[in-house]
């Protein structure tokens, strides 16, 4: 009886090793491709902030102006030299997707962001 349970025991532990190997690199193949996806769609829109021209954002002047209440409130707004840099300068610090959990960790930046205005002001009458 003890022979038969030794045979079941090592026939139980060699068939569990190949598919326990087989799930782990399954896993993390699937989790390499959500993780390269999510990867080039930020690679995509760094690159398509820039050819908005939205990095670097230059202005030399704007003036506009509303009425939020027409009766009442009048508001106007003028900016003078704005420079807006470094919004396509995205960093990914981490990104980790778990198939087990389904779910999706990352820690993302911007070291470079960047704003400088010469002159605003803002009138309401």
Known sequence: MKVFFAILLVGVC???LPQALF???FSTREERIV?????RAIEQLRRDIKAAGLD??????????TSPVPILVTIAGKIENLEFTGLSNIAINDLDYSTLRNRLRFDIS???LSLSIDYSAILSA
């Open 14 to 16: 060699a068939n569990a």
């Open 23 to 25: 799930e782990n690199e």
């Open 35 to 39: 993780t390269n996806q999510i990867k």
């Open 56 to 65: 670097p954002l230059l202005i030399e002047k704007y003036e506009g102006s």
């Open 110 to 112: 911007l070291p470079q």
